[in-house]
């Protein structure tokens, strides 16, 4: 099994978590494919994970690229940022800029 995390992206892990969830489980040959036809940034950021893991699995654990299936993915919720926005009669309005970690393990799928 090879794994591969992504740490502080600054994207929210709602929007990583919509791209997540339509290729867990999948090949990852399939889940590449997918990945590159999607306009979201969420989803570069999915594939960058996503083939740094094969890589790992490719080199590291020998294992061929072909027989690779996604066995967990995950997003979670990392620091916010907080900032502060010009709002009416020269007040600031607070908000959170939000990140998350990515979290990729890729195996080699069982015949049985």
């Known amino acids: 099994m ?3 995390r992504l740490k502080n992206l600054g994207i929210s892990t709602y929007k990583l978590r919509l791209v997540i969830e339509q290729i867990k ?3 990852v040959i399939n889940a590449v494919n997918e990945l590159k036809f999607m306009k979201s940034p969420a989803a570069k950021a999915v594939r960058r994970v996503l ?8 080199n590291n654990d020998l294992q061929n690229r072909e027989s690779l299936k996604i066995t967990q993915i995950s997003a979670d919720k ?8 010009a709002k009416a009669r020269g ?3 607070a908000f959170d800029r939000p990140s998350s970690h ?6 080699e799928m069982r015949i049985d």
């Open 2 to 4: 090879a794994s591969s």
């Open 25 to 27: 489980g999948k090949s």
């Open 51 to 58: 083939e740094s893991a094969i890589a790992n699995a490719e």
């Open 78 to 85: 990392s620091t916010t940022t907080k900032r502060y926005r």
């Open 91 to 93: 007040r600031a309005g």
């Open 102 to 107: 990515i979290n990729v393990e890729v195996d």
